[in-house]
């Protein structure tokens, strides 16, 4: 599932950047081509300039080539040479020619001091650009661009390759696709490695599922094991005399109501971590009064393990929370500390208030938390070792009580340590 979901996330991520660059590529290309034109029309109209007049505008020339040359001087009893570009046809292919055509002879010459390769056909094309209306364009059945100005009698015209043109683009084109395929490339990279930070959160949650499953399973499975052999002893033995039956009677109450419990915590965490839960109103409430109610309510079950079970309140504290939640948290620590305290020893509980916090602690001295057990005993059904072996429960007190103080705003942290023992404490924000 993850690596299809990888896959779709890698697919979108390519088709949405590949089809912002293709839009980005397209426009650039369609912008260079546009400057590739208007570059070659200014240059063209550089070389229909009168020779007589001087130009007053600064022009750039394609790549090589050279500005127009001053008038030489002529021998004596000879006329001047034409002006032309210099080195025409040697910068990429260009080969820019000048052309004067008279409309009533019909006579075309062509302005060079060099030979004119293919005559016929400039002369061709010369008579077709004349009829144009456009004094700018392309005759595709000639392969010249043509610009086409007015002068006395006749028309000066400007041929240059279209070849030229077109190589200028496709040049262009396969510099831009280039770029695109190494940006694709680029962004292929990045997406295989955002679709992987991506996937982590759900690997994890899929693996917290996972591990929730294999712990509940295994949770619910031995009080059902249980149940089903305490049936099957008493279906197989009906001469039991009723005390052995009420052994193995109680047997089956104390395994269903592992799992009764079981099932009200899974729920009670279920519906706390729930997006969708209704939120419960925050109001003032008296945190003492929850605290030592929750300590009354566990006295008798510290006495039944021989564990000392010590307060010390202030009274008047007030944060905002509700009883049922605050008595839950206090309630739980308190249960928690004396599930773990060896018999004979101490468990302390203490209240008090500081400025604007309220700072609940839970201390137990007999028993320690090692180093990596603390990193997860707020984690749902985590449990070290010797609590699965040595004490009952499903570990999901501790991570119920975790949500409930974020629920509330609350902080809960745990300190523990060889010699001082373990130390649970819950900084409550105060009602104003």
């Known amino acids: 599932m993850l690596k299809d979901y990888r896959r779709r996330f890698v697919l979108l991520?390519?088709?949405?950047?590949?089809?912002?660059?293709?839009?980005?590529?397209?426009?650039?290309?369609?912008?260079?081509?546009?400057?590739?034109?208007?570059?070659?029309?200014?240059?063209?109209?550089?070389?229909?300039?009168?020779?007589?007049?001087?130009?007053?505008?600064?022009l750039t020339l394609p790549e090589g080539a050279q500005p127009l040359e001053e008038r030489p001087e002529a021998p004596p009893g000879e006329a001047p040479p034409p002006l032309s570009l210099q080195g025409p046809g040697t910068t990429e292919g260009l080969s820019l020619t000048s052309?004067?055509?008279?409309?009533?002879?019909?006579?075309?010459?062509?302005?060079?001091?060099?030979?004119?390769?293919?005559?016929?056909?400039?002369?061709?094309?010369?008579?077709?650009?004349?009829?144009?209306?456009?004094?700018?364009?392309?005759?595709?059945?000639?392969?010249?661009?043509?610009?086409?100005?007015?002068?006395?009698?006749?028309?000066?015209?400007?041929?240059?390759?279209?070849?030229?043109?077109?190589?200028?683009?496709?040049?262009?084109g396969l510099l831009l696709a280039g770029v695109f395929l190494l940006l694709l490339a680029v962004f292929f990279v990045l997406s295989l490695w955002l679709s992987r930070l991506a996937a982590r959160p759900m690997e994890q949650a899929i693996e917290r599922e996972r591990q929730f499953v294999a712990d509940a399973s295994h949770d619910l499975k031995t009080p059902i094991t249980v149940i089903l052999a305490?049936?099957?002893?008493?279906?197989a033995n009906p001469e039991l005399s009723p005390a052995e039956r009420r052994q193995w009677l109680d047997s089956t109450d104390e395994a269903a109501?592992?799992?009764?419990?079981?099932?009200?915590?899974?729920?009670?965490?279920s519906a706390l971590e729930s997006p969708d839960a209704p939120k419960a109103a925050l109001l003032?409430?008296?945190?003492?009064?929850?605290?030592e109610k929750a300590a009354l309510q566990l006295e008798s079950v510290a006495w039944e393990k021989g564990v000392a079970l010590e307060t010390e309140l202030a009274e008047g504290v007030t944060v905002p929370g509700s009883p049922e939640q605050?008595?839950?948290?206090?309630?739980?620590?308190?249960e928690n500390a004396i599930k773990y305290e060896p018999a004979g020893g101490a468990v302390r509980v203490t209240l008090e208030q500081a400025k604007?916090?309220?700072v609940f602690t839970v201390h137990n001295r007999g028993s320690v938390i090692s180093p990596e057990n603390q990193e997860h005993?707020?984690?749902?059904?985590?449990?070290?070792?010797?609590?699965r072996d040595l004490q009952k429960g499903h570990g999901l007190g501790l991570p119920i009580i975790k949500r409930l103080t974020e629920l509330l705003g609350a902080e809960l942290e745990v300190q523990s340590g060889e010699g001082e023992g373990t130390v649970f404490t819950v900084r409550f924000n105060c009602a104003e």
């Open 99 to 172: 052309v004067f055509y008279d409309r009533e002879s019909g006579e075309i010459q062509f302005l060079s001091d060099r030979e004119t390769p293919d005559a016929e056909r400039l002369s061709e094309a010369v008579k077709a650009a004349v009829e144009r209306e456009e004094s700018f364009g392309t005759l595709a059945d000639y392969g010249l661009v043509y610009l086409r100005e007015g002068m006395g009698e006749g028309w000066k015209l400007a041929l240059v390759e279209q070849s030229w043109l077109a190589f200028r683009t496709w040049r262009v």
């Open 326 to 334: 605050l008595g839950r948290i206090c309630g739980g620590l308190i």
């Open 257 to 269: 109501h592992g799992m009764m419990k079981l099932v009200e915590e899974m729920l009670t965490l």
């Open 377 to 387: 005993i707020f984690e749902r059904f985590y449990r070290g070792d010797k609590a």
């Open 13 to 58: 991520t390519m088709l949405l950047v590949g089809a912002v660059l293709f839009a980005v590529f397209v426009g650039l290309g369609v912008y260079l081509h546009r400057e590739t034109v208007n570059n070659l029309h200014m240059t063209m109209e550089q070389a229909l300039r009168p020779w007589n007049e001087p130009t007053d505008i600064f």
């Open 284 to 291: 003032p409430t008296d945190l003492s009064s929850a605290a």
């Open 356 to 358: 604007k916090k309220a």
């Open 230 to 235: 305490n049936d099957s002893i008493l279906r």
